[in-house]
């Protein structure tokens, strides 16, 4: 199974700051079938960018999604107070479906 | 609008079965699918499997084969997850997610069903 690293475990900004989350892969990940989700304390999680770059309906144009084959990266541009949250990446090319081990994105 | 409403909080003893139903509505059930997703306390996201609402085929993790059993229900747009032989480290919130396709994107998720295990 295709294995997804993401770093740093835990990333300390302010609002206003640039937000960068890596996410790498063992193997290759088929066509950039790679997803971002976010989630918030008590909730469950939200698709964020599918497809490795494509926007998820009604997500801010401040989060975006790059990379193909073996890295990827979520960049949320501007932080907001309520983008201080989890953050998993997944991919859905091979199965069985794997999830990262998720970012911790906290206020500084 | 899209809404998966899951079945409240279950405490089980080990050894024990579990069901935990995901209730769809505001779109055409058989159009999509429904994986599992399992977060234990404090810790990440762990792939559980896949059932397609219109023709049933499932496809389960290896770590779940043999304990799991997916079904949907197209006259009440409900799906279920049983999962048994509980042991107190599948204590955890067991989510289902809609996807179009057993390999595809998870769109909307329910809100997460409390499954402890303790005697």
């Known amino acids: 199974e295709i294995v997804l690293t993401q770093s740093p475990g835990t990333l300390s900004l302010s609002p206003g700051e640039r937000a960068t989350l890596s996410c790498r892969a063992s193997?290759?990940?088929?066509?950039?079938?790679l997803a971002w989700y976010q989630q918030k304390r008590g909730q469950a999680p939200r698709l964020l960018i599918y497809?490795?770059?494509h926007r998820a309906t009604g997500i801010p144009d401040r989060f975006s999604g790059s990379g193909s084959g073996t890295d990827f990266t979520l960049t949320i541009s501007r932080l907001e107070p309520e983008d201080f949250a989890v953050y998993y990446c997944?991919?859905?090319?091979?199965?069985?479906?794997?999830f990262g081990g998720g970012t911790k994105l906290e206020i500084k | 609008q899209v809404l998966l409403v899951q079945t409240g909080a279950e405490v089980k003893e080990p050894g024990a079965s579990v069901e935990v139903s995901c209730k769809a509505s505001?779109?055409?059930?058989?159009?999509?699918?429904f994986h599992w997703v399992r977060q234990a306390p404090g810790q990440g996201l762990e792939y559980m499997g896949w059932?397609?609402?219109?023709?049933?085929?499932?496809n389960f993790a290896q770590k779940f084969q043999g304990r799991v059993t997916m079904t949907t229900d197209s006259s009440t747009n409900t799906a279920y997850m049983e999962l048994r032989s509980l042991r107190s480290d599948d204590t955890a919130v067991y989510f289902c997610?809609?996807?179009?396709?057993?390999?595809?994107?998870?769109?909307?998720w329910g809100q997460g069903t409390l499954v402890t295990v303790s005697s």
């Open positions: 997610a809609r996807s179009s396709s057993w390999l595809y994107h998870f769109d909307f």
């Open positions: 505001g779109y055409t059930f058989t159009n999509y699918g």
């Open positions: 059932i397609s609402a219109l023709s049933g085929h499932t």
């Open positions: 193997q290759s990940v088929s066509s950039s079938y």
């Open positions: 497809g490795g770059s």
């Open positions: 997944q991919q859905y090319g091979s199965s069985p479906v794997t």
